[in-house]
């Protein structure tokens, strides 16, 4: 067995020390192969040594700044009422801003969840339009994210959204048209 796989590995290592033949084609333009052809004159190339290069060294990967590594020293939502207070729009419609110190860094993305939830794609703005959030008790939080991970999360800000029933009994109610 060891016989058989030393035999073919010196078979498979003559195609590399094989020959090469250098002749000229009906149209005068030179080839090159590792046969010699027949009735054709040929003549036996001699290679130099194979011309190689060094890989360039790697170079040593750019120390982060301290500041970079660390997170945000301030980052919190603001337009919303704190302490589960109560935010009236009528239509569920309102606005909310992302506190960041120092300023949001290049690479990083903000996105602002809405109950766990994400709102949007994560993006560079730090104010965001809520459109038609239902009434009820919800939680805003927001999320620095570097390279697709999550780098730090704000306190989640709890407050409730009121919104007008047509049916509130606190509404007047229509009074039908006198028939004419």
Same mark, same amino acid.
Do not use: W
């Given at each position: ?8 590995? =010196? @078979?498979?290592?003559?195609? @590399?020390? /094989? ?6 084609? /009906?149209?005068?333009? +030179? ?18 040594? *194979?011309?190689?290069?060094? !890989? #360039? +060294? ?6 982060? @700044? ?14 919303? &009422? ?6 009236? /729009?009528?239509?569920?419609? =309102? ?26 794609? #994560?993006?560079?703005?730090?104010? =965001? ?7 009820? *008790?919800?939680?805003?939080? !927001? $999320? $620095?994210?570097?390279?697709?991970? #999550?780098?730090? *999360?704000? !306190?989640?800000?709890? =407050? ?8 509130? +009994?606190?509404?007047?109610? &229509?009074?039908?048209?006198? /028939?004419?």
């Amino acid at each position: 067995m060891r016989l058989t796989c030393t035999c073919l590995l =010196f @078979a498979l290592a003559l195609p @590399a020390s /094989a020959e090469i033949y250098r002749y000229t084609d /009906a149209h005068g333009n +030179p080839v090159y192969t590792n046969q010699p052809p027949e009735g054709v004159s040929s003549e036996s190339v001699q290679l130099g040594p *194979t011309n190689t290069v060094a !890989a #360039p +060294p790697a170079k040593p990967a750019k120390p982060q @700044a301290a500041t970079e590594l660390e997170g945000y020293s301030r980052l919190e939502i603001s337009g919303v &009422p704190d302490d589960d207070d109560t935010l009236r /729009a009528n239509a569920g419609n =309102f606005t909310v801003d992302v506190s960041l110190e120092p300023g949001l860094r290049e690479g990083d993305l903000l996105q602002l969840l809405l109950d766990g939830q994400p709102l949007a794609a #994560p993006g560079t703005q730090t104010s =965001f339009r809520l459109g038609q959030v239902d009434r009820g *008790t919800h939680s805003l939080q !927001a $999320v $620095v994210l570097r390279d697709g991970e #999550p780098l730090q *999360t704000s !306190a989640s800000v709890s =407050f409730t959204v009121q919104r007008v029933h047509i049916g509130s +009994p606190a509404l007047p109610r &229509p009074q039908p048209r006198p /028939a004419n």
